[in-house]
């Protein structure tokens, strides 16, 4: 069970006067972001004054406080007493199904990689959809969803040099890892597998502008480019058409 | 119907700011939110608003604005930009009335590089996500979700001129701080040489054109990493000093990406992020590392500063009509008042 990932103690590292990284483990792991999940959990329910936003990442928390309030070695202090943050019994978690149209115009690298990786865009297909994956993190831009868990066989270097624009909603992947992307256009050095008529990000859906978040669960479902365009249509209307399943733990 | 400021031209790059979003870095979203936080609260108690309240930042050169509904009071605040009514030259940081229909052409920055520009009563505009102030790459705030453009109408939520004096900055209050930019030293400082660490201290480096409000990018001596450039990727604050491959300082700020995966050798202290707003392309800059507590009691003294911001400010006299003479005896004033300070 011991995961050399994980640290006995947290790293914590100043970010200037307001505030205060806190570094749970190495690389990219699923428990080490489990960790960060739990963490950030933990302490946002000690709502502390002063401390004024949490921003969880892969490995880190990014704890932004108001100095005048509250000093990093209170930070620090709390978290020490938080520590290791366990995760509650029976906890909700989320597993997404996003539908995805995969190659042609939606995706213009998967013929590329199909050639790259000496196999055909089925078998491409085939493995991006049966993975689980886990969303380790929402950044770069609002929405944006960071996944691991590809299958080993796509893992492929991004681009040597990124593409100044992709097209919205597009589904990638990078390296190890593979993206869903909010309805901007975006530059990216990943490759570009599908687009999806989800909306990661809709701010005139103002119950729940935003889908994903770290910890949650996550697979996609190939559809037609008909059943994209329907489901698209849907999705302008304000409608989550991502399906979502909620479990306990 | 509402009473608007209209856009007659939109300028190099003005965009509709308050103090920014909390809360929502964890969804991807930049916190944005006015560049220069004394300038908006300067600007916006020059007109009797909340300090907080949004108003209209200008990025070196300024817009032409007109309202045909209704006369409004304003004042410029930060940079030292020319400003002129119906092409008449007015002073920046102070109040002026814009009866309706006339014109207010806000020129070049003369010092500095971002203004804001408050009107009296604020604008009536919808926040999204808890604010409005507008950040182009979400295409979130302002009034689409972009900077202004020509023809855009910004509706006025209290259209008209408040009953309460004409005010101006006191000139010690209008000065640009000098000297190095203090930093913090993390969080990954540990990601380069002692070599790399000793000249980013020793050198000057050169604000560069292709800064905005994502990022001020400096040019000058290389600064060296340690071992690999990358980082796994984690969260960005207002004033991190990220250095990627080229060795090159990019400073981050308000529209800012919400994570980056570059070691980010210093932080700017929060006291000093204004002064980030204000650097011009070509100006060049120095870092200083100073002692957290120090940092501490500098942010201090700015909350300070601004929650006594009516204290920068005298009352003037004017008739209805400024004229030069009229100017050159504001400038007496001035003088005399400052005597007290």
């Known amino acids: ?115 790259r990786l000496d196999t055909t865009t089925d078998e491409i297909v085939a493995r991006h959809s049966a993975a689980e994956y886990r969303v380790y993190m929402i950044g770069f831009m609002p929405g944006f969803a960071y996944l691991g868990g590809l299958d080993a066989a796509l893992h492929v270097d991004r681009r040597p040099e990124p593409r ?71 999705a302008e209307t304000g409608a989550i058409i991502a399906e979502r399943e909620e479990f306990k733990v | 119907m509402s009473v608007d400021l209209e856009i007659v031209e939109p300028g190099l790059a003005t965009t509709l700011q308050d103090l920014g979003r909390r809360g929502f870095q964890r969804f991807g979203i930049s916190a944005s939110g006015v560049m220069d936080p004394i300038a908006l609260a300067t600007a916006n108690a020059l007109v009797g608003n909340k300090l907080e309240t949004a108003a209209l930042e200008i990025t070196l050169a300024g817009p032409t604005l007109t309202c045909a509904g209704a006369d409004i009071r304003f004042a410029l605040a930060g940079a030292d930009f020319a400003v002129a009514i119906d092409g008449r030259p007015v002073s920046s940081h102070e109040t002026h009335d814009l009866k309706a229909g006339q014109r207010l052409s806000i020129g070049t920055a003369r010092d500095g590089a971002r203004a804001v520009l408050a009107v009296s009563g604020g604008f ?17 705030g302002g009034l689409d979700g972009g900077a202004l453009r020509a023809g ?49 201290f020793a050198s000057d480096y050169t604000v560069t054109a292709l800064s905005d409000r994502m990022g001020c990018r400096l040019e000058g001596p290389r600064v060296q990493h340690a071992g690999a450039v990358g980082i796994v990727s984690d969260g960005t604050v207002f004033g991190s000093i990220q250095i990627p491959g080229n060795g090159q300082p990019i400073i981050l700020l308000a529209d800012r990406q919400t994570t980056g995966g570059y070691p980010k050798i210093a932080t700017v202290i929060s006291a000093d ?36 911001i009516d204290a920068s400010l005298v009352e003037i006299q004017r008739t209805a009509v400024p004229t030069s003479d009229h100017l050159l005896a504001c400038n007496l004033i001035d003088g005399v008042i400052s005597a007290f300070d």
Request: hydrophobic share 45%; aromatic share 6%.
């Open chain 1, 1 to 115: 069970m011991a995961n050399d990932a994980l640290y006995a103690v947290p790293r914590f590292r100043r970010s200037g006067d307001t505030a205060l990284t806190v570094e749970v483990g190495d690389g990219i792991d699923a428990d080490v972001n489990a960790r960060v999940v739990d963490l950030d959990r933990a302490l946002t329910e000690r709502a502390l004054p002063g401390i004024v936003e949490i921003v969880p990442t892969y490995r880190t928390l990014l704890v932004c406080f108001d100095p005048v309030m509250l000093s990093r070695r209170d930070i620090e202090a709390e978290i020490m007493a938080l520590w290791p943050p366990v995760a509650p019994k029976g906890q909700v978690r989320r597993r997404w199904t996003v539908p995805v149209a995969y190659g042609g115009d939606n995706g213009m690298d998967l013929d590329w990689l199909a050639q």
């Open chain 1, 164 to 234: 100044l624009v992709t097209p919205p909603c597009s589904v990638s992947i990078g390296g190890q890892q593979a993206a869903v992307a909010p309805p901007l256009a975006s530059p990216s050095g990943w490759h570009m597998l599908g687009r999806t008529p989800v909306r990661s990000y809709d701010p005139r859906r103002t119950h729940e502008p935003f889908l994903f978040r770290a910890g949650d669960l996550l697979r996609f479902r190939p559809i037609s480019v008909a059943e994209f365009a329907a489901l698209e249509r849907a």
């Open chain 2, 124 to 140: 009536q505009v919808a926040p999204m996500l808890g604010s409005v102030s507008t950040h182009s790459r979400s295409q979130l």
């Open chain 2, 152 to 200: 855009d109408r910004l509706p006025l939520a209290v259209p008209g001129l408040p009953a309460r004096p004409h005010l101006m900055v006191s000139p010690a209050h209008r000065r640009r701080a000098q000297g190095a930019v203090r930093v913090l030293l993390g969080p990954q400082d540990d990601a380069f040489s002692a070599e790399g660490i000793a000249t980013f």
């Open chain 2, 273 to 308: 992020l204004p002064r980030l707003a204000q650097l011009r392309p070509g100006e060049r800059v120095r870092f200083q590392a100073i002692e957290e507590d120090a940092a501490i009691q500098l942010a201090r003294d700015m909350r300070e500063r601004i929650r006594r």
